[in-house]
């Protein structure tokens, strides 16, 4: 099974400030067919989750733009440019390319200062 | 829009069974396979399984913690998928959510809590 590994697993924030979750994964995530399933997701407190970045980069609709996600190979991060409220909870990354079993990263708490 | 609706969950004492629903709509449920996530109290997400659509023979596929307890079908005349759980154990306690796709999981439903306690 492929292991995602996060850091940090705790992450304190000032309103305003950029913040950035490390995703690594133990074996490449490109696909035979050219893509890379890296997936992240947001998990507000008492929510369900939800996806924010698919295949790297690409922002879901609705996501504001302070979120970004990059990377390749075995190494991806997911960046908030300047943090705001509402981005509280827990980050999830998740690697579709290996399954069965599709796996998840432990899970980034992101809090405010 | 897209929604996706779990029910089924409850208190259930070891060993016993539970059926999980999960309705999709606003897509064209028998288009996509149908994936089952976890979360117990407190944890991070495990991914349980998945049921792929028809023209792929509804397949599935199982973690190796579910694997030969649990069984994913689906009704796509319904626009239902099920997770059947047998023998449950009390480390099978969590929210359970459904998901559509497989790789990229793009939408989930609220979740269903499933917990096993005598």
């Known amino acids: 099974d492929v292991v995602m590994t996060q850091s940090p697993l705790s992450l304190p924030v000032t309103l305003g400030q950029p913040a950035s979750i490390s995703c690594r994964s133990s074996?490449?995530?490109?696909?035979?067919?050219?893509?890379?399933?890296l997936n992240w997701f947001q998990q507000r407190p008492g929510q369900s989750p939800r996806r924010l970045i698919y295949k790297v980069s690409n922002r879901d609709s609705g996501v504001p733009d302070r979120f970004s996600g990059s990377g390749s190979g075995t190494d991806f991060t997911l960046r908030i440019s300047r943090v705001e409220a509402e981005d509280i909870g827990v980050y999830y990354c998740m690697q579709g390319t290996h399954w069965p079993p599709i796996t998840f990263g432990q899970g980034t708490r992101l809090e405010i200062k | 829009e897209v929604q996706l609706v779990e029910s089924g969950g409850g208190l259930v004492q070891p060993g016993r069974s539970l059926r999980l629903s999960c309705t999709g709509s606003?897509?064209?449920?028998?288009?996509?396979?149908m994936t089952w996530v976890r979360q117990a109290p407190g944890k991070g997400l495990e991914w349980v399984g998945l049921?792929?659509?028809?023209?792929?023979?509804?397949?599935?596929e199982y973690a190796a913690s579910v694997k030969g307890r649990f069984i994913i079908s689906r009704d796509d005349s319904k626009s239902v998928a099920y997770l059947q759980m047998n023998s449950l154990i009390s480390e099978d306690t969590a929210v359970y959510y459904c998901?559509?796709?497989?790789?990229?999981?793009?939408?989930w439903g609220q979740g269903t809590l499933v917990t096993v306690s005598s």
């Open positions: 049921i792929r659509s028809k023209p792929y023979g509804e397949t599935t």
């Open positions: 074996q490449s995530l490109v696909n035979s067919d050219g893509n890379t399933y």
């Open positions: 998901t559509k796709g497989r790789s990229e999981l793009p939408v």
């Open positions: 606003g897509f064209t449920f028998g288009d996509s396979a």
